[in-house]
């Protein structure tokens, strides 16, 4: 078959050139999947331990859903990189200011690092005041801010 020959045929998609023997290469310029899709798929891949595919598809998803900065903060945390993870909580909470998750999130990574305890009080303060339903879960990081400063005051 000649060059030309599979151009025509090839037209819609973008033709590279050959790989190998007589192989086209064809590039898919739209993904197939939704921003949710890669949203619900990163927290499957999170479930099985799978935290790089995790990341790999709350990146795809975050422009268009707020939420995965969160998810990606939360799978930085799991792998200990605490400033990555700090990161996305911060770009979580600024792209949604109201996220009382993001808030906790971050005050509980600074109770973990036991740094920024001043902020982190204020932060799980403010994720109880935008979501009563889940104070206790807050109230829990927070005391738990509290009796860490307590600590280190003695």
């Known amino acids: 078959m000649s060059l030309r020959f599979l151009s025509r045929f090839l037209f819609p998609f973008i033709f590279t050139g050959f790989l190998g023997c007589s192989f ?3 590039i898919i310029l739209k993904d197939p ?5 890669h ?9 099985q331990g799978n935290l790089e ?3 790999r598809e709350y990146e795809l998803a975050a422009p268009q859903i707020p939420r995965a900065y969160l998810y990606l903060g939360n799978s930085y945390f799991q792998k200990r990189e605490w400033r990555k993870a700090e990161a996305y909580y911060r770009l979580a909470i600024q792209k949604e200011p109201r996220s009382a998750d993001a808030l906790n999130n971050l005050a509980w990574l600074y109770y973990t690092i036991s740094e920024n305890l001043l902020e982190a009080e204020e932060l799980a303060r403010r994720a109880i005041e935008l979501n009563p339903e889940k104070a206790e879960i807050y109230r829990d990081t927070l005391e738990k801010i509290r009796l860490l400063r307590q600590g280190a005051k003695e």
Do not use: D, Q
Not at 33 to 37: A, G, R
Not at 39 to 47: C, K, P, Q, S
């Open 24 to 26: 086209p290469r064809v």
């Open 39 to 47: 949203l619900n798929l990163g927290v499957a891949y999170e479930r």
């Open 53 to 55: 595919a995790a990341i």
């Open 33 to 37: 999947l939704s921003p949710e899709e």
